[in-house]
């Protein structure tokens, strides 16, 4: 694996520094996560946190420690003497407050690499507590998603997930740079800054225009066909055709010669200009098409389509279990579910599970033994 061989002490919790862990861990480093007594509390959320914990912790080693009891602080000392790379994702100035700090570490380990995943990067802002849908309606992110003057965050925890990603780049790239100068370096990582980049393209688009850019449902497309239909039963099925041929499939497909042979709909531009009656021609027209039937003829066509997919429907998807991307893993507990794995390959091969999710305290003694005896 790329990363074997590197150790990586991990102080987190809830999806943004676990997933950090996570993709170090999958791509073949040691991750110990060190745990509080009874185990992170992410264990054990309900609700829509129900599958934080099994989803971003895989491939890891579970330590108990208390870090506010002095004999259990000392022995996290000395584990993170050991390590390559330290995560953590706490309260601005938590772990400076426990001396285990990037500050207080590095001073007696310099080569060290310490990835802290915060809410905001220095700035105004840097003491504010963030969530997911904080940043989210801080950056326009639920402006953009939501109908006009009904802002709705994303449906899933894009901020976090993504502040992992990037702080796992950041651990990489430090990781090079050490290797020309000896010497480890902190990186932070912070949602309010990954959600503005998401809404990057919007600020831009803002620059160039000088006209605010209209929430997504109430957008002005760039493409005539490009919308979510409802078919025959209810059925919905999102078809795009962003160019002259790909309409002219469509057409052919749906049997509608008649709109080709309008020259007012001739190209991409005059259908825009159109739209919303084009839209609503083709609806009408789509509603009697069943998708088992119409899908195939799609797919012949080459043409861009998707169902409208529920999240458990994924579970039994045949392009992400027969391509590898979805595969069994044991739970703590001696069940097993299936996990999603990264979205890459390294040389034809995915990253996979290699171990069972960690009972809470499971490598403690395997961990920490040989450090009290050396």
């Known amino acids: 694996m790329p990363l074997a061989g590197l150790r990586v002490v991990e ?11 996570m993709i170090l861990a999958d791509l073949g480093a040691e991750v110990i996560k060190v745990e509080p007594p009874g185990g992170d509390k992410t264990r054990r959320l309900p609700g829509l946190g129900m599958g934080f914990f099994r989803t971003f912790n895989r491939n890891k080693k579970s330590v108990v420690l208390d870090v506010r009891e002095p004999a259990d602080l000392a022995r996290a000392q000395a584990l993170v003497a050991t390590a390559d790379v330290v995560l953590e994702n706490f309260r601005p100035g938590l772990m400076d407050s426990l001396g285990l700090g990037y500050a207080a570490l590095s001073a007696t380990h310099p ?3 310490y990835a802290s995943h915060k809410g905001f990067l220095p700035g105004p802002y840097e003491q504010r507590l963030a969530l997911d849908e904080v940043v989210q309606n801080m950056a326009g992110l639920t402006y953009m998603t939501g109908p006009q003057g009904r802002p709705l965050r994303a449906g899933t925890s894009v901020n976090d997930i993504m502040g992992g990603m990037f702080a796992a780049i950041g651990v990489l790239a430090a990781l090079q740079e050490r290797q020309r100068t000896g010497r480890g370096q902190e990186i932070q990582s912070a949602l309010f800054e990954n959600c503005c980049l998401l809404s990057a393209q919007h600020m831009m688009q803002f620059q160039m225009s000088g006209e605010v850019p209209p929430p997504f449902p109430s957008r002005i497309s760039a493409w005539s066909v490009y919308d979510t ?3 025959a039963g209810d059925e919905q099925l999102f078809i ?3 160019s002259d ?5 469509l057409c052919g497909v749906l049997g509608r010669d008649d709109l080709l042979a309008d020259p007012t709909l001739a ?11 084009l839209v609503r021609t083709l609806g009408e027209t ?3 098409w069943r998708a088992a039937d119409l899908v195939p003829r799609l797919e012949d066509a080459g043409l861009p389509y998707a169902a409208v997919v529920r999240p458990d429907q994924l579970v039994d998807d045949v392009h992400l279990r027969d391509s590898g991307g979805l595969v069994p893993m044991t739970n703590e507990d001696g069940s097993t579910s299936q996990v999603v794995l990264l979205p890459l390959t390294l040389g034809g091969r995915r990253p996979g599970v290699r171990h069972p999710l960690p009972r809470v305290g499971e490598h403690t003694e395997a961990v920490l033994g040989p450090l009290a005896r050396s």
Do not use: D, S, W, Y
């Open 267 to 277: 190209t991409n531009a005059q259908r825009v200009e159109r739209r919303p009656e």
């Open 11 to 21: 102080f987190t919790h809830m999806v943004m520094g676990p997933t950090c862990g």
């Open 111 to 113: 080569g060290l690499i």
């Open 240 to 242: 795009g055709a962003v």
């Open 245 to 249: 041929k790909q309409f002219q499939a």
């Open 229 to 231: 239909f409802t078919l």
């Open 286 to 288: 789509l509603a009697a």
